[in-house]
């Protein structure tokens, strides 16, 4: 079992004990339900050390949340990781946001710009996670009756409380097994969270532009302004 593994067990565990108020009706989590193919991409891709760790917020419905992979649109860990696995699901599943797998036929917008620029810069997945690798802070998808997406940072005071501090402790764990010299937060919230966790003593932090189509400025080129992030950073692509 590789160390990424036990990392990823060991927080699975942590948050599958919480419990989650409204408007939070469903909470999904891919580390047990997506488990096959989640692990296959920490025992592929996530041997250390690597150069950047990209962090991002928490599983997308049409992302993680079908294939157990950050960022993971389907088409792009399928048929460019070659990433593929029986996926389970949820104890109790949103009518609205049924968990499909590998059969799921929407797209995970942020997950193909991420993987996309992955794939047009780098080629093969192996060029890329010679020196990158892509993690999510919290593992939970929080769905509100709706079928709504409800972010980490938008719950209570009190729920973040007894979340943040496993998924800090997730984070750190993880990048002591990855030892890069740059952690890089897919957004600002995830930014601030790896400041929380890693502090001062760790590798250097910085941030790039969220890939999400709700972003306006994402929606004006999202890998320009991501490479233009990264090389203000100092890492050259």
Aim: proline share 8%.
């Amino acid at each position: 079992m590789s160390e990424l593994v036990k990392v990823s067990r060991a927080l699975s565990r942590a948050v599958s004990k919480l419990e989650f108020s409204g408007p939070v009706t469903h909470v999904y989590n891919p580390l047990e339900y997506a488990r096959g193919s989640h692990e296959l991409y920490l025992s592929r891709f996530g041997t250390g050390p690597k150069e950047v760790v990209l962090v991002g917020m928490n599983p997308g419905p049409f992302g993680m949340g079908q294939t157990g992979v950050p960022f993971g649109d389907v088409g792009f860990v399928r048929d460019w990781m070659g990433i593929e696995a029986p996926i389970e699901r949820p104890a109790e599943e949103h009518p609205k946001r049924p968990v499909l797998g590998f059969e799921c036929k929407r797209s995970e917008v942020s997950g193909s710009r991420l993987w996309g620029w992955a794939r047009d810069r780098f080629g093969a997945p192996e060029r890329f996670f010679s020196r990158f690798f892509v993690v999510n802070y919290c593992p939970l998808l929080f769905i509100e009756a709706t079928g709504r997406n409800r972010t980490p940072d938008k719950l209570s005071a009190d729920e973040r409380g007894v979340l943040l501090p496993a998924c800090d402790k997730a984070l750190r764990a993880a990048v002591e097994v990855l030892q890069p010299q740059l952690v890089v937060g897919v957004g600002a919230w995830a930014t601030k969270r790896a400041l929380a966790a890693l502090g001062s003593d760790g590798p250097h932090i910085g941030t790039v532009l969220h890939p999400s189509p709700a972003s306006p400025k994402a929606n004006r080129g999202w890998a320009r302004q991501a490479e233009s992030d990264l090389r203000r950073l100092g890492i050259e692509l």
